[in-house]
Structure formats: structure tokens, C-alpha cells
């Protein structure tokens, strides 16, 4: 055997496993993603994560003095990469991946801020609330006394008009209501944005985008009850089916 025909026999070796490591690693099709996103399993999942959400957001609406106006929902399922070969992701790893994303808005009345939050505070002693802000929270007690009037910034002179709790994994965000200053500094203070706008569909994604009502901007849920606040929920990674 010569030299030549001994480097050749490894090389072909090289070039046949090329293609194998391909096929093991490819990007899941769009046939696989949507059946599997259609698969029962998936369907199950699917509505629990969403139940979940909504018995959540039910418990806000009726617990508390805030008034439901606004659920954004964005279920989104996707095909893994191709193998990662010099950066992974992660991406890599699944053959189908399902996320659940979603945020409420709620109105309520700028004038009484104390007692909205002395509210929410209320609904979280309850046993078995699933809010997790109650009375044993010092700040937000001193957040309580700051809309009263009983002390200054909560989070120590110059900081101003706080704008959200945070229990993890649950953030609370609210607008800015109080109006010091000149015309100037009012029309900067710190506002609830709208929901994000909904991804395009198509694979390799398919994406399921609801705005409960469709009609409702969050700029509409401020002209009605004066304030809004918003509740994010973490992204819900409800299904997976792995490599």
C-alpha cells in the first residue's frame, strides 16, 4: 500500500462521517415543529400553563383593589438548531421547545395610591395567596407610608416615587402619579409602556399572539381609571421535547 492510498483511506472516512454528524445535529423542519406543538401532550401542557396564568390573574382582579383591564399572551414554539459546533445556546439540545409568555394590566385610582397597595398587601396575607406581597414585607409597608405621606422616598432621599415591588420570581410595576414639579418634569415621569408587539408566524416558529380584550390599548386603561399597573409573568418554558 503506498503512501498516498494510506492518508486517502482516513480522509474518506472523514467525508462519510461528515454527513452522519449532520443528519444527528440538524435543525428540527417545520413538519416535526408542528406536529409536535399540535401533539396532545403538548396541547395539555399548553392548557395548564395557561390556566395557571389566568387563576393567577383572577386572584389580582378580584383580591385586590386593582381592576383587570388588559392580558397580553404570547405562546411561542420552536424548532432546535443545527448543532452549536464553536458557541452553544442551548439551542442545540431540543428538538422543540414552547414558551409561555404573558403580562396583565390593571387600572386603579392615582389618588389612592396607599391604599391600592395596602390592598395588594391585604390579599397577600390571605393563606394560599398566590400574591406574594403581604404585611411582613417592610418596604412595601414603607412604600404604603410614602403615598400617605407619613415618610419620605423609600429607597433613601433623592430617589424618588418608587415604581414597583419585587418578590421573586414576581415583579409588580406601576406608573408614577405624583405630579412635583413644573410641566416640564410631569409629562417625563416614568409610564407603563404597551405590550410588546406580536412576533410575525411562520416557521421555523409558530407563535400564538392574544390581547384580551383585542380592542384595549394600556394608554386606554389610563384614560379610564387614571393609573396603570403591570403584572409580568416569568416566560414559562412549558414544553420540550429533547434531542
Keep these: 500500500m503506498t503512501t498516498t492510498s494510506r492518508v486517502a483511506m482516513p480522509v474518506a472516512a472523514v467525508l462519510l462521517l461528515v454527513p452522519a454528524l449532520a443528519a444527528c445535529g440538524g435543525a428540527t423542519d417545520g413538519k416535526t415543529v408542528r406536529e409536535l406543538a399540535a401533539g396532545p401532550d403538548a396541547v395539555k401542557a ?27 399572551l404570547e405562546d ?3 424548532g432546535g438548531t443545527a448543532k452549536e459546533w464553536f458557541y452553544s445556546t442551548g439551542d442545540d439540545r431540543y428538538k422543540i421547545r414552547c414558551t409561555l409568555y404573558a403580562t396583565a394590566y390593571f387600572g386603579a385610582d392615582p389618588r389612592h395610591m396607599a391604599d391600592t397597595i395596602d390592598g395588594i398587601l391585604t390579599a397577600g396575607d390571605r393563606t394560599g395567596s398566590p400574591i406574594p406581597f403581604a404585611h411582613d414585607f417592610q418596604y412595601a409597608r414603607t412604600v404604603v407610608d410614602y403615598y400617605r405621606g407619613r415618610t419620605g422616598d423609600p429607597q433613601g432621599p433623592g430617589t424618588g416615587e418608587p415604581t414597583l415591588l419585587s418578590a421573586a420570581p414576581v415583579t409588580l410595576r ?14 417625563k415621569r416614568e409610564l407603563i409602556g404597551e405590550p410588546r ?32 399597573f403591570e403584572l409580568p409573568f416569568v416566560a414559562d418554558d412549558y414544553f420540550v421535547v429533547w434531542k
Design 46 to 72: 399548553r392548557q395548564q400553563a395557561e390556566s395557571a396564568i389566568r387563576d393567577t390573574v383572577a386572584a389580582w382582579d378580584t383580591g385586590t383593589p386593582l381592576t383587570l383591564g388588559l392580558l397580553a
Design 76 to 78: 411561542t414554539c420552536a
Design 174 to 187: 406601576w406608573d408614577q402619579v405624583k405630579s412635583e414639579g413644573n410641566e416640564e418634569s410631569r409629562g
Design 197 to 228: 408587539p406580536c412576533a410575525p408566524r411562520g416557521p421555523p416558529t409558530l407563535r400564538r399572539c392574544l390581547r384580551e380584550p383585542a380592542s384595549t390599548s394600556v394608554a386606554d386603561l389610563r384614560r379610564t381609571y387614571g393609573m396603570v
